[in-house]
């Protein structure tokens, strides 16, 4: 009994030392686990650099997975042998979305994080009130007569300055 039971933990210890042999890990964290749609979320990743053959690499604009979009990349350092991002991400889908697992290979070893999921809700509108104007009217003091006036007079100050 005392043989199985030392084989048994000398498995569970095998297997352990194997799953953490390699110490690489990409820590994602997120300030909030909902917005609103359209809302921004403070993201930050961590990874070591050491022995890494790939690496991430975020711009503004950039998309992660399908939902998320990068608003502003607010820093990149390497520290301390590891490389640190901190992001801004949205969403404009609404219901249950994941900002996927990040990977960085170290040799042929494939090292990724946890999706981390998120609540995209919706704003609440209020059907009953009328639209507002965003901005107000803008009402041009030239009217289309008074370009094409311009434009000529432009043009025969031009050709005159060539001719004379």
Same mark, same amino acid.
């Given at each position: 009994? =005392?043989?199985?039971?030392?084989?048994?933990?000398?498995?569970?210890?095998?297997?352990? !030392? /194997?799953?953490?042999?390699?110490?690489?890990?990409?820590?994602?964290?997120?300030?909030?686990?909902?917005?609103?749609?359209?809302?921004?979320? =403070?993201?930050?990743?961590?990874?070591?650099?050491?022995?890494?053959?790939?690496?991430?690499?975020?711009?503004?604009?950039?998309?992660?997975?399908?939902?998320?979009?990068?608003?502003?990349?607010?820093? #990149?350092?390497? !520290?301390?042998? #590891?490389?640190? *991002?901190?992001?801004?991400?949205?969403? *404009?889908?609404?219901?249950?979305?994941?900002?996927?697992?990040?990977?960085?290979?170290?040799?042929?070893?494939?090292?990724?994080?946890?999706?981390?999921?998120? *609540?995209?809700? !919706?704003?609440?509108?209020?059907?009953?009130?009328?639209?507002?104007?965003?901005?107000?009217?803008?009402?041009?003091? /030239?009217?289309?007569?008074? #370009?094409?006036? /311009?434009?000529?007079?432009?043009?025969?100050?031009?050709?005159?300055?060539?001719?004379?």
């Amino acid at each position: 009994m =005392s043989q199985t039971f030392r084989n048994i933990l000398f498995s569970i210890f095998g297997v352990l !030392l /194997l799953m953490n042999s390699s110490g690489q890990t990409i820590e994602v964290n997120i300030n909030r686990d909902s917005i609103l749609i359209g809302e921004v979320i =403070s993201m930050s990743i961590q990874y070591p650099i050491s022995n890494s053959t790939t690496s991430l690499d975020f711009i503004k604009g950039d998309s992660i997975g399908n939902s998320f979009e990068v608003f502003n990349v607010v820093s #990149k350092d390497t !520290l301390d042998g #590891k490389t640190r *991002f901190q992001l801004n991400v949205s969403s *404009f889908d609404p219901g249950n979305q994941f900002i996927p697992s990040l990977s960085v290979y170290y040799d042929t070893n494939k090292v990724s994080s946890q999706q981390i999921p998120i *609540f995209v809700s !919706l704003v609440a509108v209020d059907t009953s009130k009328p639209f507002k104007d965003i901005h107000p009217t803008y009402d041009d003091p /030239l009217t289309s007569a008074d #370009k094409w006036e /311009l434009f000529w007079k432009f043009i025969q100050r031009v050709w005159f300055i060539i001719v004379a």
